[in-house]
């Protein structure tokens, strides 16, 4: 594999039609098929032609994220100058962030961490509201389907707090970059907060609703019952983000 210099590394940034590379400790990877790379910048922050070793370390990924691109060489020097170059990578991370004020900057922790943290109510909410609606149905215990009531109430609060949070990671991390995972996502949360301010409008205003299997109270359950699968597909998609799906050169590598 061929030793590239730093100069090399440098002018390759994928501007005016050139490649775009990055080196992690030590190794080089080709990035030029990244659409996230896009005019050599990544997330706003990442630029490309230089050494992301200490970046990546803030990164709310891995290097997992770079061994799906071609490596292509290595990082000529790197093995004696390792400890040099990490302390400029350092210095130039630093210089970075006193050059870009603002409240992200103070606090790094809101650039990444609100929407994994948020979106895990939803989820709950979503699963548990059929669960105790179909514990109900089973056992015929008020407490049950109040629950499910309780659950479908909550999820009008905690549903567009992920969804804004989500927005807002989605700007910040991605640029904004139409991903099909997050539109999928965006598509699927709209429809996830339809069901359920419907059904706890519908459950509010018509408590029978939740006696017998008429037409109307079997269109109900089902809407109620319609949460699980729908949380289940938008944590999914959110989950490719975090842990993308492996291409089969990354097999055949490993």
Known sequence: MKEIDKSELETNNGTNGRPLWVAYRGRVF??????????????????????????????????????????????????????????????????????APGLLTRFPFLKRHPHPMTVHFPIVLGVFAPLFLTLYLIFAIPGFELTSFYCLGAGLFFIPVAMITGYITWRINYGGHPIKAVTRKMALSVVLFAVDAATFAWRRNDPGIIDGFSGGNIVYFLLVFLLMPLVTIIGWYGATLTFPLAKPEDKDRG
């Open 30 to 99: 080709d990035l030029t098929t990244s659409s996230l790379w896009a005019g050599g910048s990544h997330m706003g922050s990442h630029t490309a032609g230089g050494d992301l070793t200490e970046e990546i370390a803030a990164a709310p990924h891995g290097p997992e994220m770079l061994e799906r691109f071609p490596e292509i060489g290595t990082l000529k020097g790197n093995g004696g100058g390792q400890r040099e170059e990490e302390s400029a990578g350092r210095e130039k991370a630093e210089t970075r962030g006193r050059q």
